[in-house]
């Protein structure tokens, strides 16, 4: 059985990971580059309402979406030869950009509803960000075929190279002086596009086509019989889920204005960061769970639990316990002293992504076995949940609120996320077979390490080097200690990270390998 476990499935699976992570390392400088130039040529009010519009019409197309693109990718993941699916998920994003169309006309024929909906924003950038938004679900769906045909390092290096471009664009801009809201909008449509494709190119040449045949009338009616089952338990957690999601930001906009949307939206961006090198798995391991749970393979599917996920939320982990002790000179490095107050949001928000990926490919095991009533009951009793705790961390203190702002809404998120994640896990734990409360144990001692790591390297170079005012230089320094640090209580305790003794062994032979050979 365990020979099995390791075989050229698994490899396979590792390689295509490799790509992934190796796109996502150069994904990681991109995103430091554009994390410094956006925020401080667009500033806290311009950069505050970008991610405001973007972040509204990109739940709006998830929940219109209906819970279509899991299903998806889970079915052509199981039936990969069944090419007229594909046909059928084309008629279903052109229904969606048809009702988005509608909406937009109806929403802002009236004035006063418009600004009831977008509060101090302008016509032309609510527009802009509608179509941004399902630029980037067609960009998504694009990539989701890639990633069920195997194609994964193909399409990884089509995104290093328009990864690269965009950081040239970027800097061109900012350098310019010609980085504006506009402008902004128009780098991500170029961007999106040209990558978009790139990935339709790999398809194109691999004999892959976006287009599978026009199903019949049976054909269709079978898939929105398919569709409806999977989904169906979804839209009722997308009917709470959307107000609630937009509650959150609309109510940061209407209470604490665009900057407080600025301060919020650049501690997020920050936390994006940190699971940049986790993120890259998580459509990976949702093929694999999808493909296993087809051939009713259960102990793949807690072999790849046990496999993957502690390492991951372990590299998460990693990242994000030294950001939020360093949160102030993070701040400065890519914001400027214009974003100051983002300082605690920053610090606290550190924290979301390392629940966050727990939580991507927790959600994987649900969608992947069809648990979607399951996973739609966990989120909407989350959601109602944080509706109260929204409120009451943001809304001003003549109103039962804390006033908190950003800050606030970064609590909230990182609570929510923590409890519902570990609600996820045990059930997960429970289908699998798996032990719930050492994945707990796993998720404390892990940020306890990582976190009493950072401080010691903290003051270490702050008081005991007295380098506090050389910001730039105390950072990369600390950074530098903080990994050597944590390498060495992952060489002496890999249990920590979610490895084995013989991981660590295996990589130290491999790496001796690859040594010998230069």
Not at 244 to 261: H, I, N, T, V, Y
Not at 262 to 274: A, D, E, H, R, V
């Amino acid at each position: 059985m365990q020979i099995n476990k390791e075989t050229g499935k698994e490899d396979s699976l590792n390689k295509r990971y490799a790509y992934s992570l190796f796109a996502n390392i150069i994904g990681l400088a991109a995103s430091m580059v554009t994390a410094v130039f956006i925020p401080r040529g667009l500033g806290p009010v311009s950069y505050g309402n970008f991610s405001f519009l973007t972040n509204f019409f990109q739940q709006l197309i998830v929940f219109l979406g209906l819970g279509t693109p899991n299903a998806f990718y889970t079915k052509l993941s199981q039936r990969s030869d069944e090419h007229k699916l594909i046909s059928f998920y084309v008629y279903i994003s052109l229904g969606l950009v048809g009702i988005v169309a509608v909406f937009l006309i109806v929403s802002t024929t009236s004035s006063s509803f418009k600004e009831f909906l977008w509060p101090g924003q302008q016509r032309l950038f609510i527009y802009a960000a509608a179509l941004l938004s399902l630029g980037i679900w067609f960009s998504d769906s694009i990539k989701n075929l890639t990633n069920v045909y195997a194609l994964t390092a193909e399409a990884e290096i089509a995104r290093i190279f328009q990864r690269i471009i965009s950081v040239g664009f970027i800097l061109l801009l900012f350098l310019g002086q010609w980085l504006t809201l506009f402008a902004l909008f128009i780098y991500h449509y170029l961007i999106t596009f040209f990558l978009c494709i790139l990935w339709v190119r790999i398809l194109f040449g691999k004999g892959y086509s976006l287009w599978g045949g026009k199903p019949t009338t049976d054909e269709i009616r079978g898939y929105l019989l398919e569709f409806y089952k999977y989904c169906g338990p979804l839209v009722i957690g997308g009917i709470v889920g959307l107000p609630a999601g937009l509650f959150d930001r609309w109510l940061l906009q209407k209470f604490g204005g665009s900057a407080q949307q600025g301060f919020y939206s650049l501690s997020y961006q920050i936390g994006t960061i940190c699971i940049l090198f986790t993120s890259a798995l998580v459509p990976l391991i949702t093929r694999e769970f999808s493909v296993a749970f087809g051939r009713k393979d259960l102990a793949q599917m807690a072999f790849l639990f046990r496999r993957y996920i502690p390492l991951l939320y372990s590299i998460a982990a990693y990242f994000s316990c030294f950001i939020a002790l360093q949160a102030d000179k993070v701040i400065y490095i890519t914001g400027g002293q214009r974003y100051a107050g983002a300082a605690m949001a920053v610090t606290i928000m550190a924290f979301y992504p390392i629940h966050q990926t727990y939580g991507q490919l927790s959600a994987s095991v649900f969608l992947a076995t069809g648990q979607t009533a399951l996973y739609r009951n966990i989120g909407v009793f989350f959601v109602l949940f944080g509706l109260p705790l929204t409120y009451f961390l943001i809304a001003p203190g003549d109103k039962m609120g804390l006033n908190a702002g950003a800050t606030g809404l970064a609590i909230k998120m990182v609570i929510v996320q923590f409890i519902g994640v570990n609600v996820q896990l045990y059930f997960n734990a429970r289908l699998l077979d798996l032990r719930f409360w050492r994945y707990v144990g796993h998720q404390i001692v892990s940020v306890a390490c990582l976190l009493g790591s950072a401080t010691a390297v903290m003051l270490m170079v702050d008081v005991w080097m007295g380098l506090n005012d050389n910001i730039i230089l105390s950072f990369f320094l600390s950074g530098i200690l903080y990994t050597l640090m944590v390498m060495g209580v992952a060489w002496f305790q890999p249990i920590l990270f979610g490895l084995r003794i013989q991981d660590r062994n295996a990589f130290v032979k491999f790496a001796l390998r690859k040594i010998k050979k230069c």
